[in-house]
């Protein structure tokens, strides 16, 4: 069994890390922190996980995360770069679920984050944890840098496109929406039900700490420059995440090439549902499953292809993500414990 720990349980993105573990056959949960919750039953915050969780959350200085064979950072950006070099030593496997080694340049990692990096050492060690794109890398990976929840979507989306080469990298959009559990487990007044529900916006669309990894990431897969526009709004659900994705295409191809470019990238991606062209994928398709679902479109057969991408922000977009990271780094199948079906309706 592989002995898990969690810095950072309360948060959203750790309870559903536990809500994963908790019935991943090959995992046993070993240590759950919080500062603020220090001995409190975890089934007592999340009655959810009564009867599958039995820990109790521990302050994090109380606990000796050395004896894990693995621990999640479900914490804020600036957390796992302080404890992850005395775990790397200690043999233990580190996932970061924040942002701390995604971005490969530090001076465009502590301007984007404005937080000095305090373990630089470890950037270039660091996989990115984006199965899709990097499997072989994170196999071999002791400390991953699990993808933002936008980057998962706008990378998976443009990908197979800039490998091809047949859209203009330097002129992508990504009109994004995320439903509101992105921002996390916190006090904060645009996060409040009387601000955020029957409401509807857009934000950091002067620039969002997403622009620069996406683009690093992106720029791996082509020689010419990529520009980015990412747009981000707020949208009045829970869960899910919605990417609009408008790229101009430069090569005379065809709807069913265009098409079957994307099949074929992702017939072996148990994650990556591409759909028949023209569809519409709902957000609520993904919605508490493991899985990004993405579709085609042309507008009056013109040359600017659209790619709509949906996933669970939670799930694919974090913690999910995390677990198939962790699958491949222990050997186990990609799957393992991440094959539930999307709730519906
Ligand atoms: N929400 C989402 O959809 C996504 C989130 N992420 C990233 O994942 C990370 C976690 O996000 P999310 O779960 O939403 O965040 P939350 O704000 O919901 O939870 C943060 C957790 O971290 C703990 N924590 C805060 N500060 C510290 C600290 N200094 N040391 C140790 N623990 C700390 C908190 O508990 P306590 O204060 O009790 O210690 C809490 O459990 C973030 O970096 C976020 O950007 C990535 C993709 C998607
Ligand atoms: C709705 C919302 O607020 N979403 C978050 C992104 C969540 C995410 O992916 O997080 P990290 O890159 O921080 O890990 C935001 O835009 O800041």
Known sequence: ???????????????????????????????????????????????????????????????DLTQCDVVFFAT????????????????VKVIDLAADFRIKDQAVFEKTYKIAHTAPQLIDE????????????????????????????????????????VIDAGNLIADCKSGVSGAGRKAEIGILFSEAS???????????????????????????????????HLVPMIRGMHSTLYARLTKDVSNEELQKLFEDAYKDQPFVDVMPWGSHPETRTTRGANMLRLALHRPDN????????????????????????MNLMFGLDEGTGLNNIALLP
């Open 76 to 91: 804020p950006h600036g957390v796992a770069m302080e404890q992850a070099p005395a775990l790397l030593k200690a043999g």
């Open 126 to 165: 660091a996989v990115y944890g984006l199965p899709e794109l990097n499997r072989e890398d994170i196999k071999g990976a002791n400390l991953i840098a699990n993808p933002g929840c936008y980057p998962t979507t706008m990378q998976l989306g443009f990908v197979p496109l800039l490998k091809a080469g």
């Open 1 to 63: 069994m592989i002995k898990v720990g969690i810095v950072g349980g309360t948060g959203y993105t750790g309870v559903e890390l536990l809500r994963l573990l908790a019935v991943h056959p090959q995992v046993q949960l070993t240590a759950i922190t919080s500062r603020k919750e220090d001995g409190l039953p975890v089934a007592d915050m999340y009655p959810s996980l009564r009867g599958r969780v039995n820990l109790a959350f521990s302050a994090p200085d109380k606990v």
């Open 302 to 325: 013109g040359d600017t292809l659209i790619v709509l991408v949906v996933q669970d922000n939670l799930v694919k977009g974090a913690s999910g993500q995390a677990v198939q990271c």
């Open 198 to 232: 029957d409401n509807f916006k857009a934000y950091g669309v002067s620039g969002h700490r997403h622009t620069p990894e996406t683009v690093a990431q992106l720029q791996r897969f082509t020689s010419d420059k990529v520009r980015l526009i990412f747009t981000p």
